[in-house]
């Protein structure tokens, strides 16, 4: 009797070991590139991930929540994530960073040259040396490859200067990826005036799915930036009723104006583009 259940036991246990294993080859397999727009609240985290590699852009502000939507779309068995892009130091884009440190393995942090005084940028800096997490400092230009998508960092620029400034929205990470005839553009928290000097440097600003700047602030998301982007669709990441009033009427109606679908991540929760291949338009979710 007892020498039968080891048996049954042990049979169980290869079959979740089996499985287990399917699901690794699976997703070792697979190409499908997913671009996910995760509600975080009043801040911005964006998961792109293609097999079992993974993109993270900023980490929202709160680092529990960011671990549940994690847990969600990375298999569990993956404790890796091959990059992390921090578009500026403010506390609804970083915060959420240092319990992913805490939690996974993370090959490269990509990040701008503004710091911050914020208690929260040093505790964010001493876990990065902590952790041996190599940098790597964004500049216009640098490309990142991910399999077949590819992503261009479009600012800061090179001239940007280092250390603290005043508004460091102003040097936000500006990105854009594109997987064939598939592009987005993350945007971070630029301000207007940023806006403007992207479309004064003969860039490719376009678009289907646009990030919207800054949570839908009226500072941003001018109509001649729209009109370069020229995007199907805005996504707008936003917490439930903010203290700022994100996004603001202003921001809204320049959209509008302009036919463009809006997705705010406080109404749909998660915003997910699933792209099968390169030479077909991604397929969009909420969760
Ligand atoms: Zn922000």
């Known amino acids: 009797m007892r020498h039968r259940k080891i048996v049954y036991i042990s049979i169980f246990a290869l079959a979740t070991i089996s499985l287990i294993l399917a699901g690794i080859i699976r997703y070792g397999k697979s190409q499908e590139l997913k671009v996910i727009f995760l509600d975080v609240g009043q801040g911005d985290a964006i998961l792109i991930s293609q097999g079992s590699s993974q993109i993270l852009i900023d980490g929202g502000p709160d680092g529990q929540v960011l ?3 994690l847990g969600r779309y990375v298999p569990f068995w993956d404790r890796e994530i091959e990059m992390v892009v921090a ?26 040259t503004e710091q911050s005084e914020s208690q929260l940028y040093k505790n964010y800096e001493n876990l990065i ?4 997490i190599q940098k790597i400092e964004a ?34 990470i500006v990105a854009r990826l594109v997987f064939g005839q598939n ?15 992207l479309l004064q440097k003969n860039v490719d600003l376009s678009a289907q799915v646009l990030k919207v700047a800054h949570h839908g602030s009226k500072y941003a998301t001018t109509g001649e ?50 792209c099968l291949n390169p030479d077909v338009r991604c397929q969009m979710a909420v969760n």
């Open 129 to 132: 040396a902590q952790k041996q």
């Open 225 to 274: 930036f729209l009109d370069k982007v020229k995007p199907d669709v805005a996504i707008i990441s936003v917490g439930r009723n903010n203290r700022f009033g994100h996004p603001a009427d202003e921001a809204l109606g320049r959209l509008k104006e302009r036919k463009i679908n809006i997705f705010r991540t406080d109404e749909k929760g998660d915003v997910i583009y699933e």
């Open 183 to 197: 592009s987005f553009l993350f945007t971070g928290d630029l301000p207007d005036t940023e806006e403007k000097k």
């Open 67 to 69: 671990m549940e939507k």
């Open 139 to 172: 500049e216009a230009g640098l490309k990142i490859k991910l399999d077949r998508a590819e992503i261009e960092i479009l600012n800061p620029p090179a001239e940007a200067p280092a250390g603290t400034v005043k508004d460091t929205n102003m040097y936000s």
């Open 87 to 112: 578009t500026h130091p403010d506390q609804d884009h970083i915060e959420g960073l240092l319990e992913v440190m805490k939690n996974y393995k993370i090959d490269a942090l990509v990040e701008g």
